[in-house]
């Protein structure tokens, strides 16, 4: 039995529209950048204020705050997506955002704290957050054209 080039055509087609549903269901959503920046920016300025009450009272928002957020993405998220998926290329890019992301910060602040800026934790934090807003959506999409990239039938 022989399927016609145009039924074979069509199921392909399918699978591609199912494949890129499962890595757009799973991608992190937007609005996850800029809460966690500013739930970032929040925590880091409580904390540099030295005030006890403030140090704890940023400490308990930036917990509930930060578990919301993720609750949110474990909802949003539908399928788990096989971390095979991803690839080598898609991991190397996570790590290397996040690292630029850490070393911009630490770097910024040192010579903030070396300079004798006021906040330099907190001043530095904020190209770090701006990172995050940006290139957090960017790293997602990038990752969506590395899992649609890959074969069908496996690595």
């Known amino acids: 039995m022989s399927i016609p080039p145009v039924d074979a055509e069509l199921a392909l087609a399918e699978i591609h529209a199912r494949r890129a549903q499962v890595v757009g269901a799973n991608l992190v959503p937007g609005w ?8 970032m920016l929040l925590f880091v300025l409580a904390v540099e204020s030295g005030v006890t009450w403030v140090v704890a009272t940023g400490t308990i928002l930036y ?15 539908r399928v788990q ?50 990172g995050l807003i940006v290139g957090g959506p960017r790293l997602m999409a990038y990752l969506r054209r590395v899992m649609l990239a890959r074969p069908l039938a496996g690595n």
């Open 32 to 39: 996850f950048w800029p809460g966690t920046a500013g739930l």
């Open 63 to 77: 917990v509930f705050g930060l578990s919301a957020l993720i609750i949110g993405v474990v909802r949003h998220a």
């Open 81 to 130: 997506v096989r971390p095979a998926l991803i690839g080598v290329r898609g991991a190397l890019a996570i790590a290397g955002f996040a690292l630029l992301l850490v070393a911009a910060g630490v770097g910024l602040g040192f010579a903030l704290e070396a300079l004798g800026v006021p906040f330099p934790a907190t001043v530095a934090l904020i190209p770090v957050a701006l």
